[in-house]
Structure formats: C-alpha cells, structure tokens
C-alpha cells in the first residue's frame, strides 16, 4: 500500500525556488541538508497529517557520487515547479513487483540518523515524467523528517496527477491516499494547500 509521503519542487537554484515556494504559501521554509550521491540539496517545510515538502536543486559545485541527479534536474530548467510526488510503503519489494520499469531499482540511502530506500532510475530521470510517484521505504526505527520539522499552519487539502495514461499508471501502483487523484489529460502536477493566508495552489 502506497501513501503520500512529500512533494517536491524543482528549481535551478535553492534560493530561487525557495524563494518562490514562500511567496506562494506565504510561510518560511526551513534549511534541510546535502545529497552527496546525487548533489543535491534542500529546504523543507513540515505539513499537517504527517506530510512534508522539500525544494529542491542541484547543489553548486557538488559532484554526485552516483555520476547523475536524481528528481529529473539533469535535465531540469525553467522557473521553479512542482515536479514529482513521493510515496512511502512498508513493503517496497511488493509495489516494485507491480510498478513500471521505469521506476527504478530501490537504493540505500543515509543521511545522519535517518536511512531509507529510494526508487532512482539509473540515469535519475521521473518515471513517466513525473506521472509515477517515487517509492521510498523508511527504515524502521527512523524518526520520520516530518516529525522534526517545526508546524508551518499549511496542511494539504488534495493533490491531482494529470497524465495521458493516468488509467495504466493506476493500475501500476496500490494507492490507498483519498488527498491523491489521477486524471486523464495532459501532463500537470497540482497540490492545493489550506494556508494560514488562505487556500493556496501550487504547480
């Protein structure tokens, strides 16, 4: 069974998008850390219902280990966008049985105290552009980031992934999240989030 775990936003730069993340949401993010396997780093902003959501970038300078990004930001430019949605499961082997190739294989990952396993394509891309969520499995006995992260006031009202083979892709995953809908129709991500300033969108 899958659920929503984060949402992330894609930018050129972390300034750029955290920057644009805040006007929208009316709310400050918080530092989050360095991805030395993929050169990557974040902020993050801690949501209601057990949510969290990261901006993310390509770290300047940082060489991934890996030799690629993940997240798709190789191959990312433009304004800073919603670009991919996470899901979490407590049995990643079953979903990955029924998941597209595409997926990607799970890697091990740590970063101080937390560890998980994370589905990456081998060349980093987003499985179906976007449209299959990222599968990640927290290790057991990890503090969930959510739980670290200081009440913004934002909760996330609903989340639509639009998609031209949204049919196949949900016969592609177990998706037990009511605030996840998928739609047929041209490719969009859209999460709308109840704000202290009010209903905000996001895409």
């Not at 750029?16 to 006007?23: H, L």
């Not at 902003?45 to 901006?55: M, N, S, T």
């Not at 940082?62 to 990004?69: F, T």
């Not at 800073?80 to 190739?101: F, G, Q």
Request: net charge negative; with cysteine.
């Amino acid at each position: 069974m899958l659920v929503l775990d984060h949402l992330a936003v894609a930018c050129e730069t972390l300034s750029e998008g955290t920057a644009w993340v805040e006007a929208q949401l009316g709310v400050p993010l918080q530092k989050g850390g360095q991805h030395p396997r993929y050169g990557t780093h974040n902020t993050l902003l801690g949501l209601a219902d057990g949510l969290y959501f990261e901006v993310i970038a390509k770290e300047p300078g940082a060489v991934p280990e890996a030799g690629h990004c993940w997240f798709g930001l190789d191959a990312f430019t433009g304004p800073p966008r919603l670009a991919n949605w996470i899901c979490r499961t407590d049995d990643l082997a079953a979903e990955l049985a029924i998941a597209p190739p595409s997926a990607g294989p799970p890697r091990a990952l740590t970063r101080g105290d937390l560890s998980w396993q994370i589905t990456v394509p081998d060349d980093g891309s987003l499985p179906y552009g976007g449209g299959f969520p990222t599968l990640i499995q927290w290790a057991e006995g990890t503090r969930h980031p959510a739980t670290r992260l200081p009440d913004s006031g934002c909760r996330l009202i609903g989340f639509e992934v639009t998609h031209p083979e949204a049919q196949a892709l949900a016969g592609m995953m177990d998706l037990a999240d009511p605030r996840v809908t998928l739609r047929t129709g041209p490719f969009s991500l859209r999460a709308t989030f109840d704000t202290p300033h009010g209903p905000r969108v996001l895409e």
